[in-house]
């Protein structure tokens, strides 16, 4: 078993149980590569604040950079007995180099090294998740142009309810995700600033320069205040609340992908390579990387629930509460990417059905607002034309026919503003065609939406 650090203190070993149960080498180690980061710069501030001498500080960054190496190449494996993987790294830096190693973490507290380094380690994966919403966000605008005209109905309580276009419906979840992006970004910005320097909670008698470190590992500033240094994972919180927003998103499209695949309705058919089948019903192709995210959605919504009741109760500063952050947040990051990198390529390889989604859209007379509207149109008050058009639904549901099968007399006996012309303005097409409203589903409107997002984009782009 590795040495404790802290060992000094203690007359006894620890139990090999709260040892397993303390150590979190198992879930932190990914983190190694910014904690050799932190590491380096750490040590070459210490040498030019002249804390450590600048010999002791080059050897520490060359037997740092080794150890990287070494972990990258497979060469060195990490030691699952250790505590942590801070502790791993400066034990085996003091194998290396001896009294040097040691002087690494002079002026550090491995509370303030932690926040540091997932700091770091959240700061890249922000922009990985970044660029997969970004592709995502590109892949429903390219679909969205090739459907400005495909008819389907909107729905309102999932009852069909006014004629829209996928193009249309495609972009109101492009436009969810240009704000996931915004949140995303956000998160980053308030996420970086750096603690190191905080020390356990106190900051240091020795004559740090925190600016230098702060600049060398690309934070905006240090942290204000040491014991918020140290004590504080609102970062974790906010990323993981922007991660649950954004998996809802994939989950409510998930919800409709896997009706739209239905029978019932057989809107669109997903590619063979991103649907399974049935152990025992050969006729099934089931839409199970939709009904994952439904599922990892939960899962994520759980971890951003761990992440507040975790802090809800502290008082400052760091409290050991506080590894559960890690799970939590590696959890939550690590789905999302998983999701997205399924969903993109599932999105992009769809199989539209355009002649059902316009079938679907002929029935449940969600042109009856279009019909009022005509009225209104000749000088009817719209409540009464609202009446009328209701009057008429209620007689073609009687008798078997639609608002474009019912006879021109019909519409008359109710109102003498009705003519022939009524049946050209309750046409699917013309319906879509005229609500030229901004944001609404005419192909104009589409098209603009669809220029919108693009110039959102252009912020993302390196």
């Known amino acids: 078993m590795a ?26 180690g990914r983190m190694y590569r910014h904690d050799i980061q932190g590491s380096m710069a750490h040590a070459e501030m210490l040498g030019e604040c002249g ?48 009294d040097v190693g040691k002087r690494l973490h002079t002026s550090r507290s ?16 922000i922009s990985e998740i970044m660029t997969l919403v970004v592709k995502l966000t590109e892949t429903l605008c390219n679909m969205a142009l090739k459907h400005t005209e ?46 190191l320097g905080s020390c356990a909670l106190a900051g240091t008698t020795y004559k740090i320069d925190r600016n230098m470190t702060a600049e060398k590992l690309g934070f905006e500033a240090p942290m204000a205040n040491s014991l918020d240094g140290v004590s504080d994972r609102d970062f974790c919180v906010e990323l993981c609340c922007a991660i649950s927003l954004l998996m809802t998103h994939l989950s409510r499209f998930s919800e409709e ?30 839409p199970d990387v939709t009904e ?49 990198k399924t969903f993109i390529p599932m999105i992009d390889t769809m199989k539209v059905n355009a002649e059902n989604m316009r079938a679907a859209a002929a029935g449940g007379f969600i042109n009856a607002t279009d019909c009022a509207d005509y009225l209104v149109k000749h000088g009817m008050p719209f409540r ?20 474009e099968t019912l006879p021109l007399e019909s519409y008359r006996e109710l109102s003498e503003l009705f003519s022939e012309d009524v049946y050209e303005a309750i046409r699917l097409e013309t319906c879509v065609r005229e609500r030229k ?19 959102q984009l252009e912020a993302y782009y390196e």
């Not at 590894?323 to 939590?328: L, N, P, V």
């Not at 009328?388 to 209620?394: E, H, K, P, S, Y």
């Open 3 to 28: 040495d404790k650090m802290w060992a000094g203190r203690f007359s006894k070993e620890v139990d090999e149980t709260v040892n397993a149960f303390n150590s979190s080498i198992s879930f932190d």
């Open 51 to 98: 804390i450590i001498s600048k010999e002791d500080s080059r050897s520490i960054i060359s037997g740092l950079e080794g150890i990287l190496s070494d972990i990258d190449s497979g060469k060195l494996e990490m030691d699952m007995t250790a505590e942590d993987i801070h502790m791993f790294i400066e034990a085996e830096l003091t194998k290396r180099l001896g």
């Open 110 to 125: 491995r509370n303030d090294q932690v926040a540091l380094d997932i700091r770091l380690y959240l700061r890249d994966e």
């Open 150 to 195: 495909t008819i389907m109905p909107g729905y309102t309580h999932l009852q069909r309810a006014q004629p829209v276009t996928l193009g249309h419906h495609l972009m109101a979840y492009a436009q969810m995700l240009v704000r996931d992006l915004g949140r995303l970004e956000d998160a980053g910005k308030r996420m970086n600033f750096c603690p």
């Open 257 to 286: 992908i896997i009706m739209w695949c239905s029978w019932e309705f057989k809107f669109i058919e997903l590619d063979d390579a991103y649907a399974t089948g049935s152990s025992i019903m050969p006729q099934k192709k089931n």
């Open 292 to 340: 994952l995210i439904r599922g990892k959605t939960g899962r994520v919504n759980g971890d951003l629930m761990t992440l507040l009741s975790m802090l809800k109760g502290l008082p400052l500063a760091y409290n050991k509460d506080m590894q559960e952050d890690k799970e939590a947040i590696f959890d939550a990051v690590d789905n999302v990417k998983l999701c997205l």
């Open 384 to 403: 009464d034309a609202y009446k009328i058009t209701g009057r008429l639904v209620a007689e073609c549901i009687d008798k078997g026919l639609t608002l």
């Open 437 to 455: 409203s901004e944001g609404g589903p005419a192909p104009e409107s589409v098209l603009k939406q669809i220029e919108i997002t693009r110039n």
